[in-house]
């Protein structure tokens, strides 16, 4: 794996890492929602996890056709940048995608499964990651619903601030239950 995929893959580790303490510290009010229409911490979880093995199919099956991928250009850096920054911003929200919300099935699993299932797929990307191209590294292999396409640095960009945006909602969503009798 390439250096700079390294430090990002490692930084989404570690995010990943804090975001499962956090849910886990819950213990039984990981699964209870904070309001009516609100996801519960573990609702979150199982979110990431559909949502990583979505990007990772994606990014397999691109990379079948490795050779028709294109290049990235100024406008698909700009509006990765702009991703980043609306995802840190506190408070955000955006709507789950339908393709994304009708892959998410409507019973959420324990939390040692969700981890089990995360790990797995977490150790599929870093299998993908170790093997990726290096003369593939400035072309787009996923395409963001919102942003367009991205390249694997941009992807795996997203990827942490995906999880680090969910990570202040499960905070208020800790905060919100432990209140709660």
Do not use: C
Not at 16 to 39: H, I, N
Not at 57 to 83: C, D, N, T, V
Not at 101 to 125: D, G, H, M, N, Y
């Amino acid at each position: 794996m390439n250096h700079r995929l390294h430090l990002r893959f490692e930084q989404l580790e570690h995010a990943t890492t804090r975001m499962l303490d956090a849910v886990a510290a819950l213990g039984p009010k990981a699964t209870q929602s904070p309001g009516p229409g609100q996801w519960s911490a573990a609702q979150v979880v199982q979110h990431l996890v559909v949502s990583e093995t979505g990007i990772g199919q994606y990014m397999e099956k691109k990379l079948l056709q490795a050779e028709s991928l294109e290049h990235s250009g100024l406008a698909a850096f700009l509006k990765s940048r702009l991703l980043r920054v609306a995802l840190r911003l506190p408070f955000t929200r955006f709507k789950v995608p339908s393709y994304l919300e009708k892959l998410t099935p409507t019973e959420v699993p324990p939390l040692p499964e969700l981890q089990a299932e995360w790990a797995a797929v977490r150790r599929r990307l870093e299998r993908l990651l170790n093997e990726y191209p290096g003369n593939l590294l400035g072309r787009a292999i996923f395409k963001h619903p919102r942003s367009g396409m991205l390249t694997i640095y941009q992807t795996l960009d997203f990827m942490l601030d995906h999880v680090l945006h969910h990570q202040k909602q499960v905070e208020r969503i800790a905060q919100k239950v432990k209140e709660q009798k």
